[in-house]
């Protein structure tokens, strides 16, 4: 009986010794395996991680370009800030962390939604911005807390700045954070708080003024925490832009349009340069740079006089009576009338059992074209667009840049519509009226123009009728460039490049006899006592300007509101206003600037809208008596020495 339990015993004791044979095989198999694994297969990974923990490679994002006026006043800069970074892989819980930060520097919960989101969707050891802008108070406490933040760190960053905030807005536009489906793959836009432009020339030539990333390689303990610098390479600035803009004169036109909701174009006759163009109200562009809160978003697109909108190149109007210029031209030219044809105001015209009036309700008697632009009958120009016919008017029209866009360096600009009976057919499918061809006629119904346009066509009626091209943009140039190769002029350390000079424009082929009939027709809108625009007229001698009013209605006047009194425009809702505008240019002797102005729901062009451009035009000239804006070389280095 004993020797069969030691048998069973021997038994038993050899198939434990299998089995745990068997395991510990298995297990050296596993840890071998695994070994393998990690040191042979993930072995560049891990190094990499490693390299990591010690060395840390970080870009840096370049200088953003400068944006200049024409004579190197600063219209967008740079300004550097602090800001507070985490990368979440030297951070074991980002929650507990945030949750310290919190306590140290208000941080709330929009603020952690979007770190975490940032995280996500950044690559391994990708930086992600908590808070920016700090002050030196914050920066401090930071620093204090430090050993108890692991993953995060200071860094010293740049922020753009617009020092002329509003008056510049819509045309410089502002920049903001990169967006998920703006992401190229380029590496500068997954930078931390790089910013790219957004709006205006920010974001036409946005590329361009981005530069080229440096770089900085750190070494870092094992909460990410810099110990020192390794090497650094700065990177390459983003372009310098130089625009054709006066700042002196965009700035007091910004202020002249006052609370109107509305717009001015000033711009040089003779190369096309727009010296001023400001959209009111504006926006504060350094709000869109540091993220717009909630309330001032809901502030901005709340307002019903639309601040978010460039008016000067996307608000779209019937130009009225200042399209009055065309017609005449359009009749001239077709040799429809003579300067001397003349037509009887009687208030209103028949046409079947439609009935047109003129502004002025007991009519204006006879009158020549000149007398009909000085006082801006109506009926007259009722008579010679019937005359003449809507499509020579509109072929007319776009000799002057109506009607289609002009391609200015600023985005969003809109084309109006000039109307033709092959338009109206192809896109509403009916046949023209000959009442809209009188509507047309005083620059009602179809017809539509931008102020920007509205400048153009003064500016081409001023010069001659070269057909002078607008341009905001001056010179596009590297930083580096600043002396100027070949004794080039330079514009506040950017490289000037020579204004078109008014012959190259093409011809658009109208005769000089024409436009000196509508030139002075406008000399009499200003400058003779009957004339719409008298009393907003410039009285030196010297800068006498020559315009054209203009009263568009936006509500249509019923018959038994014309049988009774008619509303003016102070009675009615400020939406039911009439729009009014004005053009003109100046000096009449020697034209130099073409202005246009509209004023939304202003009422009337003479008196709304013609004393805002008479004052602009005389700030205009003024300067440029003052060599303010034809130095540019001067001034900028007396800029770049203040």
Not at 22 to 38: D, P, Q
Not at 305 to 314: C, E, G, S, V, W
Request: positive net charge.
């Amino acid at each position: 009986m004993g020797m069969i339990r030691d048998q069973d015993r021997f038994r038993l004791f050899g198939r434990r010794a299998v089995l745990l044979a068997g395991g510990k095989l298995m297990l050296f198999s596993a840890l071998a395996a695994r070994m393998y694994y990690l040191q042979v297969v993930e072995a560049e990974r891990y190094k990499t991680l490693a390299d990591d923990n010690r060395i840390n490679l970080r870009l840096l994002a370049p200088p953003r370009g400068r944006i200049l006026d024409r004579n190197g006043v600063e219209i967008a800069a740079n300004q550097q800030n602090y800001r507070l970074i985490l990368v979440s892989e030297r951070s074991p819980d980002v929650k507990g962390t945030l949750d310290r930060i919190s306590k140290i520097i208000h941080l709330d919960d929009y603020d952690r939604r979007r770190v975490f989101k940032e995280i996500r969707r950044k690559r391994n050891f990708g930086p992600v911005t908590v808070r920016e802008n700090l002050d030196w108070k914050d920066v401090a406490k930071i620093e204090v807390n430090a050993p108890d933040l692991p993953g995060v760190h200071i860094e010293v960053g740049q922020t753009r700045f617009y020092p002329w905030g509003e008056a510049t807005a819509h045309l410089v536009g502002y920049v903001g954070a990169v967006s998920q489906k703006e992401l190229t793959g380029d590496p500068l836009l997954g930078l931390p708080s790089f910013r790219i432009g957004k709006n205006g020339v920010e974001k036409i030539h946005d590329e361009s003024l981005r530069g080229r990333a440096g770089r900085s390689e750190v070494e870092v303990n094992a909460v990410g925490h810099v110990i020192r610098e390794l090497s650094r390479k700065e990177g390459q600035p983003g372009d310098e832009l130089a625009l054709t803009i006066d700042m002196g004169l965009q700035e007091f036109a910004h202020k002249r349009l006052g609370d109107n909701s509305a717009s001015v174009a000033v711009m040089d006759i003779h190369n096309g340069d727009i010296m001023a163009l400001a959209s009111a109200p504006g926006f504060d562009p350094n709000a869109f740079n540091k993220g717009v809160s909630k309330d001032y978003w809901r502030e901005l697109i709340g307002n019903n006089r639309a601040p978010l909108t460039n008016k000067a190149i996307a608000g779209q109007y019937a130009p009225g009576s200042t399209f009055k210029l065309i017609v005449g031209l359009a009749a001239l030219e077709a040799g429809v009338i003579t300067p001397a044809h003349t037509t009887f105001c009687k208030g209103y015209v028949q046409l079947g059992n439609v009935r047109f009036h003129c502004w002025k309700k007991h009519g204006h008697g006879h009158l020549d074209l000149i007398g009909a632009l000085q006082q801006s009958c109506d009926i007259y120009f009722y008579d010679i667009a019937k005359r003449v016919g809507v499509d020579r008017i509109s072929a007319m029209a776009a000799r002057f840049g109506m009607g289609k866009k002009l391609g200015i360096d600023v985005p969003g600009e809109k084309p109006g519509l000039m109307p033709s009976r092959g338009w109206k057919r192809a896109v509403l499918g009916k046949s023209w009226q000959l009442g809209e061809t009188l509507v047309a006629g005083i620059g009602q119904g179809f017809v539509l123009s931008t102020p920007l346009q509205l400048a153009v066509m003064t500016a081409r009626i001023a010069n001659g009728g070269r057909a002078v091209v607008p341009r905001v943009v001056a010179a596009l140039s590297e930083v580096a460039s600043k002396d100027g190769p070949d004794g080039s002029p330079l514009v506040g350390g950017v490289e000037s490049e020579e204004p078109p000079k008014l012959s190259e424009f093409d011809d658009i082929g109208v005769s000089e006899e024409s436009m000196d009939v509508i030139r002075q027709g406008m000399f009499a809108v200003s400058n003779s006592p009957r004339g719409t625009a008298y009393r907003a007229r410039i009285k030196e001698d010297k800068w006498r300007l020559a315009g054209k009013t203009g009263t568009s209605q936006v509500k249509r006047i019923s018959m038994a509101e014309r049988e009774g009194d008619v509303l003016k425009n102070k009675q009615r809702l400020w939406k039911d206003r009439d729009h009014a505008l004005f053009v003109a240019y100046a000096p009449v002797d020697a034209p130099r600037f073409a202005i246009s102005v509209v004023v939304e729901h202003g009422g009337g062009g003479s008196t709304a809208a013609a004393p805002i451009a008479r004052d602009i035009m005389r700030e205009a000239l003024k300067r440029s008596d003052n060599k303010k804006s034809k130095a540019p070389k001067k001034v900028a280095k007396k800029a770049q020495a203040d």
